[in-house]
């Protein structure tokens, strides 16, 4: 049977000064989140392995999670944070030989100030310079980039990317459009992959329903196809409005109906062939 893949999660020792976007709101979020705490939260929802993300943009971070997955067996990959675009890169990424579980890069595009920094020439310059690294390339928008994020993607036809978070739509207002469109048009590279996360946090956290993500979850399906989709939890950003079983057995739920073989691709075969884990 395939190993069952958490696709996109997180870890962290908090403080308030290095995670300033975990506000009053987020009260659940500001303690640490270790291997420790997860591991009963995978056996809980039947998750052999996860790929573990970036969530502060430094160096430091980086080598701390691969640290982590070296003593971790479950942990079976990681995307890290590099300066893509500074001068540095790529000879920074040196540091980083042998370390077998870095298996891909990500920015916090949809942190940026500039709406157009993923078309800046310093940061595709990076781009350019990662492929035939293979590593992967995750890419963190809100859907209003997804403009933006088209016109990078078809720069780079060899380079394998995933769209985290299905580009973060306006699941809370309901809005679908033009995230729909821009969505299918994003899905038409098939250099491009997408994570089923982050839904409920788009979402009104206290009174989300399955309902309330099936014309999202219906679009994404759409789009891609069951064979480029992979689930994540986004944890422990996921528990504001979700616990961790929970969202897994809601995926197990709208994903019942179809195939063995789909549910096998979607729960775990395309994040390990994608992020070769």
């Known amino acids: 049977m395939a190993a069952t893949i958490d696709a996109h999660h997180h870890l962290w020792r908090y403080s308030s000064r290095e995670y300033g976007w975990i506000d009053e709101t987020m009260q659940a979020l500001q303690r640490d989140f270790l291997p420790v705490d ?25 080598r ?51 709406e157009n920094y993923i078309l800046r020439a310093d940061f595709n310059a990076g781009i350019a310079a990662l492929q035939g690294s293979g590593l992967v390339y995750d890419i963190l928008i809100y859907e209003r980039h997804l403009p933006q994020t088209i016109e990078f993607v ?23 459009e033009p995230w729909a469109t821009n969505l299918r048009e994003l899905a038409l590279r098939r250099n491009v992959w997408c994570k089923v996360s982050g839904l409920v946090t788009e979402a009104k956290w206290q009174s989300w329903s399955l309902d309330s993500l099936r014309p999202y979850l219906d679009t994404v399906v759409d789009a891609f196809g069951a064979d480029r989709l992979m689930a994540g939890s986004d944890w422990p ?13 809601l995926l197990r739920q709208y994903f019942a109906s179809y195939s063995e073989a789909e549910r096998a691709a979607i729960f775990g075969e395309t994040a390990t062939a994608v992020y070769n884990l």
């Open 38 to 62: 997860m591991a009963p939260e995978l056996k809980s929802a039947g998750v052999d392995g996860t790929v573990v993300v970036q969530a502060r943009q430094t160096l430091e971070e980086t």
């Open 64 to 114: 701390w999670l691969l640290d982590l997955a070296d003593q971790t067996p479950w942990i079976r990959g990681v995307v890290g944070w590099a300066p893509i675009a500074g001068e540095e890169f790529p000879g920074v990424m040196e540091r980083f030989d042998g370390r077998a579980k870095l298996k891909g890069l990500r920015h916090v595009i949809q942190g940026e100030r500039d």
């Open 154 to 176: 078809d720069e780079y036809p060899n380079q394998v990317f995933v769209l985290d978070h299905i580009a973060k739509p306006s699941i809370a207002g309901g809005v679908l």
């Open 237 to 249: 950003v996921c528990l504001v409005a979700s616990g961790y079983q929970q969202w897994f057995e």
